[in-house]
């Protein structure tokens, strides 16, 4: 059945789920400038595993790392999220964002991608949901209706172009999907013959994606061969410009779970801390031929290794 516009707005609504999305989103932001280290720990997919914490998938996106990014998202958020919810409900809201958010992540991992920052998937879902609860007879005079309609996609498209000149990393391919996943939610929500099928598609796509992206990012750290420990003695650092190196997975494997530094060592010879956790396992995506050390409480060196490919580091 489809979903009926919300016919009144009373004064307690103001406190919706737009609002608690956008406050949650302010306050990791916050959290992260205060302590990016430990927000990255707490709520980051790259760092965990996705089956024993899936949630991570979502808490990965209220993660931004720099200012322009988070004030374009909330803003754009509030903005979309307010209309669907005020005339749709908390329920059109709440499946469209972060059911955008899920399988716009997911997708990018299916792809062979790393997880990414950024509520910008859930927007574009609201943003495809709005395109078709407002539909004109064409899409011209839907996205002429209203600034925010064809103003949004243009900065879609300038993001676009700023990842193909190198100034900023854009998950474009999550937006499409995104905006895909609402515009089959919203077609669910507002169509009066076939609701239903669409609300199908909009299960099916959730599990694919579910299935295939929590597969293809699981899979390859799966038989992980050991790397071999280096001297922490001998003082060590990378040769050359290393960031122009491919990723590799590194798999640290803490026995003690104690707690611990986690260090890459710069071009320089100084150390820069990673994170500071007591886990058993942490997850990493260093370049090849970085150099790592890890420490314990104490600043005592327990391990030093050289990323020569992807693999499992056992700590001493």
Avoid at 71 to 88: D, K, S
Avoid at 236 to 259: C, E, H, I, K, Q
């Amino acid at each position: 059945m489809p979903l009926a516009p919300a016919r009144a707005i009373s004064l307690s609504s103001f406190f919706n789920g737009t609002v608690a999305a956008v406050l949650t989103t302010v306050v990791v932001y916050a959290w992260r400038v205060a302590d990016p280290l430990q927000v990255e720990d707490a709520l980051f997919l790259g760092s965990a595993n996705l089956y024993t914490q899936p949630w991570r998938v979502i808490t990965s996106t209220f993660i931004h790392r720099i200012p322009p990014h988070f004030a374009f998202n909330i803003f754009t958020l509030w903005w979309f999220g307010r209309a669907v919810e005020q005339r749709y409900g908390k329920w059109a809201f709440a499946i469209t964002c972060f059911g955008a958010l899920w399988t716009g992540h997911l997708f990018i991992l299916m792809t062979g991608l790393f997880p990414i920052h950024g509520i910008s998937g859930g927007v574009c879902g609201l943003y495809g949901f709005l395109l078709v609860s407002d539909w004109k007879g064409d899409i011209v005079r839907t996205i002429r209706q209203q600034p925010a309609y064809w103003l949004y996609p243009l900065a879609l498209v300038m993001l676009f172009i700023a990842d193909l000149l190198r100034l900023t990393p854009v998950a474009n391919l999550n937006h499409v999907v995104a905006i895909v996943y609402g515009i089959v939610v919203g077609l669910a929500a507002t169509s009066r013959t076939s609701g239903g099928r669409w609300w199908i598609a909009v299960a099916a796509a959730t599990v694919i994606t579910t299935i295939g992206g929590a597969y293809r990012y699981e899979r390859p750290w799966q038989g992980l061969r050991p790397l071999t420990p280096l001297d922490c003695s001998v003082v060590r650092r990378p040769v050359g410009d290393v960031t122009r190196n491919a990723y590799a997975r590194v798999l640290l494997s803490d026995s003690s779970a104690r707690a611990k530094s986690i260090f890459y060592i710069d071009v320089d010879g100084s150390k820069v801390l990673v994170s500071t956790n007591s886990r058993r396992t942490y997850r990493l995506f260093p370049y090849l031929a970085t150099i790592w050390q890890v420490e314990d409480s104490k600043g005592t060196c327990r391990t030093q290794f050289e990323v020569t490919t992807s693999g499992v580091v056992e700590i001493e």
